[in-house]
């Protein structure tokens, strides 16, 4: 195999598309079913199929999953050297695959994984990739993928395709798309994938794994999530707003100046340069509505905003507004809440 090699030409999977399938702990990361779920719709528009390739260590279960997600087909690369991520080992295996079977179209989930592996993958094979899209579709017309992305802080939306090169490489924002629903009637073929990597590519050992410890629900799962920037205050607010968040169940979301100030982890936080959520109840607490942050929670089911100024902008996008100061309304909150439960 040549990390030059540039495929052109797609006849054989003409119109085939790819999803990367990512995992944890044993179980298919979210993104991996939403991307799923869009491909299918690509795959109908293309009157094709949809593939999905999954790499790891006893994941056969997974690849079932895939299949009850949609999949028609499952390429398995299933090997102890697969145990933990190795980003040359991953990229090899993938982009192998991918010269081999030559996929019009590949999806992958931005993700810390997948931003890892994708440039590697398109680099290796030729191929053009667009990263942190937002929304895909089929132009009729030419059946080329086109690639949807924010641009300018939020402000615009840019389409980008690849008309010559393939596959046509994506990756997509983890909350953007509809997760494919579960069908345990559904039938498909699992394909074993050989795992022969080189000893260049296995030059890298993991010694140690630490995982780091998560405050709160996942936010790429949660159904309410309570997400604060800096005008909370200080760390008095920010114990207040971990407390409701507990006595919600939800997720802690922030803003990049939070990240920034050291207060939270950046897995925490939403925006542009952050996660995309739409949980069913968004809880915005002394946030301005600054759009490098709201363009990563627009599609929120009930959004509720707390803030003292009466002219932020997050109150423009708010379903309900308390103009208040935090550290009056928030108090008051964990106490109705409190009440409210059983």
């Known amino acids: 195999m040549s990390s030059e090699s540039n495929v052109k030409e797609n006849t054989e999977g003409q119109g085939r598309v790819w999803i990367l399938a990512e995992h944890s702990d044993g179980k298919l990361a979210r993104v991996s079913l939403e991307l799923l779920g869009k491909g299918r719709e ?21 690849a079932e999953e895939l299949i ?5 087909k499952v390429l398995l690369a299933d090997d102890t050297i697969l145990a933990d991520y190795d980003t040359s080992v991953y990229s090899q295996v993938v982009t192998e695959e991918a010269l081999r079977h030559k996929p019009a179209i590949l999806l992958i989930g931005a993700m810390d994984i997948g931003r890892d592996l994708a440039p590697r993958i398109a680099a290796r094979i030729g191929t053009g990739l667009t990263a942190d899209c937002v929304a895909l579709d089929i132009q009729q017309e ?16 840019f389409t980008f395709v690849c008309p010559e090169h393939r596959p046509q490489m994506a990756t997509i924002r983890p909350g953007v798309l509809q997760a494919s629903s579960r069908d345990a009637s559904r039938r498909g073929e699992i394909i074993p994938v050989s795992v022969s990597p080189s000893e260049e590519h296995t030059r890298v050992r993991i010694l140690k794994e630490a995982k780091r410890a998560r405050q709160g629900s996942s936010l790429e799962e949660a159904r309410v999530v309570v997400a604060y920037g800096r005008g909370i205050g200080g760390l008095e607010n920010f114990h207040r707003l971990e407390e409701m968040a507990g006595s ?4 802690i979301a922030v803003t990049k100046e939070v990240v920034d100030a050291g207060w939270i982890s950046d897995g925490h936080m939403v925006g ?3 996660k995309t959520v739409k949980p069913e109840l968004y809880i915005a607490c002394g946030l301005s509505g600054a759009i490098q942050h709201t363009s990563g929670m627009w599609d929120s089911g009930i959004i ?18 308390i103009e208040g100061d ?12 409190g009440r409210a439960s059983p």
């Open 326 to 337: 935090l550290a009056e309304v928030i108090p008051a909150l964990i106490e109705e809440i």
């Open 42 to 62: 690509l795959a109908g528009a293309l009157d094709s199929e949809v593939w999905a390739i999954l790499l790891g260590c006893g994941v056969k279960g997974l």
């Open 304 to 321: 509720v905003a707390i803030n003292k100024d009466p002219k932020a902008e997050i109150f423009r996008i708010a379903d309900y507004g």
């Open 68 to 72: 009850y997600g949609g999949a028609e």
């Open 272 to 274: 542009q340069t952050g």
């Open 248 to 251: 919600l169940g939800a997720a």
């Open 142 to 157: 030419t059946g080329l993928l086109l690639q949807i992305k924010h641009g300018y802080s939020g402000n615009m939306m």
